[in-house]
């Protein structure tokens, strides 16, 4: 177990492009932290400078006590779970699973049972003689999760595990990653572009926005208090609103309609998130519902807000057909970000 340390770590790739500007966080020992953003924002490279698979072109990364920018990937003491799984596919689970000790030359007395309670952990027991071929993609994912486990690592290394895995089979393994890795403590690092896995596995997060930073917190934090439109449009589903608007008289005005009392002058981003909206027949606001969108657990009304895409979040028993209702804004959930630059005032 270790904590994590990147000070001002760097990548430029050898045909020049800066994929990672200087980032600098540390991760505490146990920690599981998510590094979430879009398709090519510099989340694997980041990884693979941790991993030691990619060289760092600048700044200092310590794992535990020690540098480790020039130390080979094998002594780090680090497991990594691919999201191809990388098993050997003519080798048994159990082989899989003991195939990095074997190569560390442990005594096959320790392998066996270290393979055993792995498999005992990860449900995979009676798998063992199997082959990869012969396993679900989510037992293809446990035995990935066991070949990590024995190794028995200072830091775990996810890269997108469950993006192979149908929508249930992610939602069951998110969980058992989850606590699995409460379970050993061990500290972990987590790539997704899956916003959902990045708020519902983290202790922290992390948001990344082409190579940059935009935010590290909480989950909540990230969601309640997002520190810029980027992260307020990419965390949560649906996004939250962002709707122009202007700072007049210490009000923030919609069109004609004030939203929130604040000192602001001029044009600023209003944020609110669907579900910090109340409706009903003695709301204030006039809305149009263009679309409903039915969900089930709950419903989705889709329509315009001072002629701007805006969405509500209404419980199931909200009966709503499209037309016109009456809406209230809960001024304490507005979040104000700068016209210009998009970041949180
Ligand atoms: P992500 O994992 O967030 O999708 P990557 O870390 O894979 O993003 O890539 C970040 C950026 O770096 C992308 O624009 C990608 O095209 C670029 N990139 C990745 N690998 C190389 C490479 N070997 N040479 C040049 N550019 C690369």
Redesign the pocket.
């Known amino acids: 177990m270790a904590q994590v340390s990147l000070n001002n770590i760097r990548k430029v ?3 020049g ?1 800066e ?1 990672v500007e200087p980032i600098s966080f540390n991760i505490a020992d146990g920690e599981f932290v998510v590094l979430v ?1 879009p ?8 990884l693979r400078m941790v991993a030691g698979l990619e060289d760092i072109s600048e700044g200092a990364l310590s794992i535990g006590d020690r540098n480790v920018n020039h130390v080979d990937p094998a002594d780090r003491d680090i497991a990594m779970v691919f999201q191809n799984y990388a098993l050997y596919p003519h080798m048994t689970v159990r082989k899989n699973i003991g195939y990095g000790l074997k190569n560390r030359k442990t005594p096959t007395a320790d392998i066996e049972a270290k393979v055993q309670a792995a498999a005992k952990m990860l449900n995979l027991t009676e798998f063992l003689d199997r082959k990869p071929s012969q396993l679900s993609g989510g037992q293809r994912q446990r035995v990935a999760m066991g070949r990590a486990v024995v190794r028995d690592p200072a830091l775990f290394l996810f890269d997108e595990p469950l993006s192979n895995l149908d929508a249930k089979l992610r939602h069951q393994m998110r969980i058992e990653i989850k606590a699995l890795q409460r379970r050993l403590g061990v500290t972990s690092i987590y ?1 997704t572009h899956d916003q959902v896995e990045a708020m519902t596995m983290a202790d922290r997060i992390i948001v ?1 926005n082409a190579g940059r930073i935009e935010q590290i917190g909480t989950p909540a934090e990230i969601y309640h208090r997002p520190a810029s439109t980027f992260v307020a449009s990419f965390m949560g589903a649906p996004p939250m609103n962002l709707i122009n608007a202007q700072g007049r008289d210490g009000r923030v005005m919609v069109g004609e309609i004030a939203v929130t009392n604040n000192p602001v002058n001029g044009p600023v981003t209003m944020g609110i998130r669907p579900e910090d909206i109340n409706i009903g027949a003695d709301c204030e606001i006039p809305f149009t519902v263009d679309i409903v969108e039915e969900l089930g657990a709950h419903r989705l009304l889709h329509g315009k807000l001072d002629g701007q895409d805006f969405t509500i979040h209404v419980a199931k028993d909200r009966v709503v057909s499209a037309g016109p209702i009456h809406m209230t804004i809960n001024p304490a959930a507005v979040v104000l970000f700068d016209a210009e630059t998009g970041l949180a005032l």
């Open positions: 790739y050898p045909n492009y994929a953003g398709s090519g924002c510099g989340k694997s490279t980041l790539v990344l």
